[in-house]
């Protein structure tokens, strides 16, 4: 078979180009007669690439010296326990900013670690259809932290502008909308993100870390567990997830050549406003349920009349080689996922097909 | 260049087959049109690879229905740590058994969650030449478990038999020799491996564990770090790391096609026989320095009889196209490690090398 357009959440689709250069490096690694996924974490082949990939970082999202750039296995999800533990000592609380199903999973954990409480919600009557504002929060001034998820990839809402939250440290689960856009780091104390939607493969996730923090972090904690350690290591205290970080590392390279995190904003803008456009055109058979300055531009959610209409649109979608439509399970309807490497052509080829599809079933 | 012969302690390499399916599938995955470092960890295709990778762990290995099968991140040094997190609660010890390097960071983690003591070590002369023998142990019969690392990859030793524990739970670390013959897995409470010896590539580690245990353990831990919330989940609790287990289901196939578990060992005593034979036969210019009891038969390590030598060697070695022959810093000397994947032909290759090396400046 052909390639096909592939909208799925995460893990998502990757640059063509990213992939082929995979495929042709497979055997051999910069004719060092060993393939990447053979390499030592040790050795000079993968040390390059690895600083290459830290490097890419730096200049692109961009990453100022105050903050570190750690790369850990274990996922978003590694991060809810990992925060808590490293951040939240016992007596102290930490705010917590409800935007759906992964901000609770990341309270959940905290809860178990030590005392997490719910600072402001984006949920209406149920639904998670925006996020909140400075106004919707009631911030605890002596918190630990502040924690959010800057991009809901189930409800399809972000954050597009972040809340003061003053001397208190923001940390922010950036996994589906990291480098969507240039990030001002400094507002952060800790970002972390899974690598499985804008970054590369599933396997490895990208953590940028306030240093100051970091050496004020528990060390009750195992060593391996304390970003503190990780960060002393260079990242290799242990084996690296080598190929999945020569991936990243290739993807990063792609986004530079691409013109940088600014052109991957206004290529990402362009398609949410195609998009987007696309769904108020039909407001009557198309519908987003989400208020319209929470609308995220990497997970656009909608509803069609009816469920049968729905499962219509993503047969015929997938007819014409577009899948990976279909809303997550806990809200139904339909979903397309547009991170970077979507290219704004598969969105014009979208946007034509549901066109079409509402004057045929309108 | 083409491919050389790669000795190195792991990341280490792979079987050539299976590479190149990867880079054959690397495009688009059994037709799909999506590459697997693209496919949903939630979707048909990557289901189907991750039960068949489980399903081939429990005949090759053999898994009996006792112990559960789960894939894991953070390698064998998030292990050293999750284990005393699951397993050693207040007012418990645990036995710990010192073989080198890898047992004191399973230690060091361990004391920092609990009461781990030394229950044996294999040092002689400040040296780690063999491995404990039953009669060198001093086991509690009231320790939450016994942690042992069955293959030390830098001083060449190995666990040929396992203690005798009684009812006391045996955790053993195989990072460095799982598969590398069939395992009697019910006399174990936890087998852990990191996949980058004779699995696949970094980035992903197996753990089997007996189900009791896993019902017994603290629910004081965060769920993402507890074995149990790993179980019910089918390790899908989160985006699993799809690319890298995909990697050790084509591994896990090519032992199977190979003959399993018990062609595996044939396949690594042939080569632990010519190679220890080859080092024997020069006894006083090559030595290895492990009782012979003891000998890995996954990393062999030697001397030559002086360090200019052994320069030599690593440069006339790698001239004929056999590379990461450099013992680990620690001990010095040469390390030749060779997993599953490597071929008696390789072995053989370099025991001519040796020959003729030995003769030329013995």
Known sequence: MSRVINFSP????LPLPVLERAQRELLDFDGSGISMLE?????????????EAKSLLKELVPVPDT???????GGAT??????????????????YINTGSWSKKAFAEAEIVGEPRWAGTGQVDGKFIRVPKQSDLELDSGAAYVHLTSNNTIAGTQFHTF???????IVADMSSDFLWRPIDVSRFGLIYAGAQKNLGPAGITV???????????STKVPKIFRYSFIAENNSLQNTAPTFTIYMVRNV???????????AMETRNQKKANMLYGCIDEHEGFYRCPVERESRSVMNVVFTLPSEELEKKFMADAAAEGM???KGHRSVGGIRISMYNAMGPQEIEKLTGFMKSFAQKNG
Chains 1, 2 share one sequence.
């Open 163 to 169: 809340p003061d939250t003053g001397s208190v440290p």
């Open 39 to 51: 390499h030592s974490h040790r050795g000079a082949k993968y040390s390059a690439v690895h600083e």
């Open 67 to 73: 903050h570190e750039i750690l790369f850990m296995q």
């Open 10 to 13: 995460g893990p998502s689709t």
């Open 323 to 325: 899948v990976n439509t």
């Open 78 to 95: 590694g991060q809810f326990a990992l925060v808590p533990m490293n951040f939240l000592p016992a007596g102290k609380s930490a705010d």
């Open 252 to 262: 990063l390279q792609w986004v530079k050549e691409n013109g940088g995190a600014s």
């Open 207 to 217: 953590v940028i870390a306030r240093k100051d923090l970091l050496e004020a972090a």
